[in-house]
């Protein structure tokens, strides 16, 4: 009866959270230390997550890429499904040597791949992993989420910069130009869901969705609209122009090697884990589901919308630069302006209903 | 347009994932020759081999040397049926020129070895030898009684004759 409650009423993690707090208050009898504590927990937690979502889809998305080209992807390295994969990958990665480019800017160069975590890992601190299980649920979520994530783009440009190779230089300013496009029509395609939730707090958005529909069936537009600019921003085909192998080797991480180049494999894996969470937050109706616990909703729908973002990838061939931002201004910039404007009208006209 | 190809490529993507691969793990599942693969190793079913060194003479590069032993009754039978693989050409004549079907290959392609000496491949094996050892006795054993009826016989004869 305890579980059921636990698992019905307040969720496993928040009780979880509330048992770890009555024990560092006993510990400590001081309410800032137990806060304080309490925040490094959620911070290692997120970090974790992180680390162990990373580790998963790189599997992940080698099982899959191999499935959709009629492979059977890793089957040696830990048993017949290769299950110690990934594990090989990075220790391959950490022994390789470091190699510095001669004539590069050294400081901005090794600064770039730590930069770029930093914004992918810091947007995590807004993301309602269950009821009431978020870092920081300030009512300015998706505003400072898309300030912080827009970040994003100036670690590209200085390693793209300061690598002192063309082929990087070219890798950083794409990238600008399609991080850049890409930012408007999501803001756009986030208004109309804004405008029905009436909040910019994303545990009110997740919360709007269980009293309403889910804001796939009400916005679908701006669902489209947002999944095709997720997958501009972080990168991944059919819009990787900015690591476009054929054309520019790797773009701005051409000159890294070893454990430098890892960090922005673990940024874009990071930046796939996040943008699939924006998705189910502002779309797939976040926790809310029968019968399991909104944790286990959650990363459901977390994990389908990765598959989702992996299908795209190992389907589409990559766009050119030109058709990619004539796709973003001509096509999804009007959109999901349109999709505001006929949320704003369906609204009014619900007032007179 | 609208996306309609992409919808297309999507649901292509989504058969394949599904459906059935086309990799082998090579070690462990290995594919099935066909029926007229030449390759590897030749078997002999010793049951079936009456020693008429048919296969031997066929050879177009002497790749069969045989040890054909008579038993007690005058019927040959093999002791040592030496298959040298280096000099063999894989032309399939000793297969096609054994009349009792007693010769076939064995499919298995993976036949590489480090020492030439490994290329000699004997295909009596222990069954097989332990089949010869078993013959040769039987038929020794059969001789020595006919031999044993027949000097009976001329004995009987014998007495007959001078009484």
């Not at chain 2, 793990?25 to 007229?36: D, F, G, Q, V």
């Not at chain 2, 009754?73 to 693989?85: G, N």
Request: aromatic share 12%.
């Amino acid at each position: 009866m305890d579980i059921l409650n636990m698992m019905m009423g307040q969720g496993v993690v928040s009780t979880l959270a509330d048992q770890l707090h009555n024990l560092f208050m006993l510990l400590f009898d001081n309410a800032v230390v137990a806060g304080f504590l309490m925040k490094c927990v959620g911070i290692g937690a997120i970090l974790g997550i992180i680390s162990v979502a990373a580790i998963v889809f790189t599997y992940g998305e080698r099982k899959v890429c191999a499935f959709m080209q009629v492979r059977i992807g890793p089957n040696r390295v830990g048993g017949r499904f290769g299950l110690l994969q990934p594990i090989a990958d990075m220790l391959k990665l950490m022994s390789k040597e470091d190699i510095i480019p001669q004539g590069c800017d050294r400081v901005v160069w090794a600064l770039g791949p730590m930069l770029l975590f930093v914004p992918t890992a810091l947007i995590y601190a807004f993301f309602p992993f269950d009821n009431g299980v978020a870092l920081a649920d300030v009512n300015v979520g998706i505003f400072l989420m898309l300030a912080i994530s827009s970040q994003a783009v100036l670690p590209f440009l200085i390693s793209g910069y300061a690598s002192n190779s063309k082929y990087a230089f070219i890798g950083g300013m794409r990238t600008v130009a399609q991080m850049l496009s890409y930012e408007a029509p999501m803001v756009f395609s986030l208004l109309g869901v804004v405008m029905l939730s009436g909040s910019m707090r994303m545990s009110d958005i997740v919360n709007a969705q269980s009293e309403q529909l889910w804001f796939i069936l009400m916005q679908p537009i701006a669902f489209v609209v947002f999944v095709i600019s997720a997958t501009a921003e972080t990168n991944r085909v059919p819009f990787d122009l900015v690591e476009g192998e054929a054309e520019i080797v790797a773009g701005p991480f051409a000159e890294y090697s070893g454990m430098r180049w890892a960090l922005f494999f673990l940024a874009e894996y990071a930046n796939l884990l996040s943008v699939s969470i924006l998705t189910t937050v502002f779309f797939l109706g976040g926790w809310n589901g029968p019968f399991l616990p909104g944790v286990v909703w959650f990363g459901l729908k977390v994990l389908a919308m990765v598959f989702v973002f992996m299908w795209f990838r190992w389907t589409f061939p990559r766009t050119r630069i030109d058709q990619m931002l004539a796709f973003s201004w001509k096509i999804l910039l009007p959109l999901a302006l349109v999709n505001v404007l006929f949320t704003g009208v369906g609204i009014y006209a619900r007032q007179w209903m | 347009m609208f996306g309609e190809g992409l919808l297309t490529g999507m649901g292509v993507t989504w058969k394949h994932f599904w459906g059935k691969k086309e990799t082998f793990c090579y070690p462990e599942e290995k594919l099935p020759m066909t029926e007229r693969f030449r390759g590897g190793h030749l078997v002999l079913d010793h049951k079936k081999c009456i020693a008429c060194s048919l296969c031997s003479l066929a050879c177009p590069n002497q790749a069969i040397k045989l040890k054909i032993v008579p038993d007690a009754k005058k019927k040959r039978h093999m002791q040592s049926y030496v298959h040298l693989v280096g000099r063999c050409l894989y032309c399939n004549l000793c297969v096609e020129a054994c009349n009792m079907h007693a010769l076939s290959w064995d499919k298995n392609y993976a036949i590489s070895s480090w020492h030439k000496e490994e290329m000699e491949d004997e295909l009596v094996t222990a069954e097989g030898l332990a089949y010869f050892h078993e013959v040769m006795e039987k038929a020794k054993a059969e001789a020595e009684a006919e031999a044993k009826v027949a000097a009976e016989k001329a004995e009987a004869e014998k007495t007959g004759g001078d009484a």
